[in-house]
């Protein structure tokens, strides 16, 4: 049974930073190409970033240049880092493999980036 607990989330201000860790369960993790989502209230579940088993990555425009996605294999971890926060990434972010397997979703974690 495939698990995937995020954490690191918080209440943070503009221009701040976190750093948000996945560690996956029940899965050959080294084999699978990762993602960060993110919703926020009212919003439908968007990708922010991909990294690839070879480590290749990807973001969305909103996010480039401020975010940095990465992965410990050893650990089954996939990171998060997010450094000039703005309000509008507000959202709970969750991680998940590219295909969004439905089974696989996690509670998430709370981002919420004051004024």
């Known amino acids: 049974q495939v698990q995937l607990v995020e954490s690191g989330g918080g209440l943070v201000q503009a221009g701040g930073s976190l750093r948000l860790s996945c560690t996956a369960s029940g899965m050959i993790f080294s084999l699978k190409t990762m993602a960060w989502y993110r919703q926020a209230p009212g919003k439908q579940r968007e990708r922010v970033a991909t990294i690839t088993s070879g480590g290749s990555t990807s973001y969305i425009d909103s996010v480039k240049g401020r975010f940095t996605i990465s992965r410990d294999n050893a650990k089954n971890t996939v990171y998060l880092q997010m450094n000039g926060l703005k309000p509008e990434d507000t959202a709970v972010y969750y991680c998940?493999?590219?295909?969004?397997?439905?089974?696989?979703w996690g509670r998430g974690t709370q981002v919420t980036v004051s004024q």
């Open positions: 998940n493999t590219d295909s969004q397997k439905a089974n696989y």
